[in-house]
């Protein structure tokens, strides 16, 4: 017969040798991975334009931007053409139907009358003529602002019934002042500040003598209503 401490000793070191070996075991079912063993990769999601906003022009913060654009077409006219050809206003209101409409730049010359519209305006922007609005999109906002070429329509329509000038006398121009893209194809009217001079100087078709645009130049300022 076997010695009752060796029996023992054996029964106690079986049950140590199974349960170390069943505790080395997960049952089928029990163990999960963790979520971020399985996590999908962290995308940067490129960050959408919010809802369409009205660009507001007659806020405080558009109005200084605004007027520092007019600001750098003067100061580009006045530093690249002659004084003797070309004739600059700015800033003129003029009476249409019920109401008024203001003007950024008026430039006779003998080769016809520039009307400007300043747009001192960043990110990209997209329209064509013939739509009402025109975008600005910047990566998260969106602004929609007035076609500025209709703009630019109306003001040479209060120049023309002021001065009598025939339609063919009229260059309208809208001109782009801030780091802007446009993003759509664009009528050749409507560019850069730094296209802007040779784009005037295309024109070299005269209409008038000097002395006639001279003369012409002080009619709009003489009808203009004061700000």
Known sequence: MSDPSSLIAVIIFGLIFFFLVAGNRAPKGKHRPSKKAH???NRQRQA???KLREYSANSWYSTKKGQFGEWIVIEEIKASLPKDDYYLMNDITLELGRGTTQIDHILISVYGVFVIETKHMA???FGNPRQKFWTQIFPTSKYRFLNPLRQNRIHIDAIRKVTGFPGHYFVPLVVFTAQ???KTEMPENVLYRLDLIDYIN??????????????????????????
């Open 39 to 41: 996590a999908k990769p």
């Open 48 to 50: 959408k334009p919010d």
């Open 123 to 125: 990110g990209w922007i």
């Open 202 to 227: 295309e024109f070299d078709t005269p209409y008038m003598s000097r002395q006639e645009a001279r003369e012409i130049a002080e009619i709009p300022i003489d009808n203009a209503i004061a700000d």
């Open 180 to 182: 802007c893209e446009l």
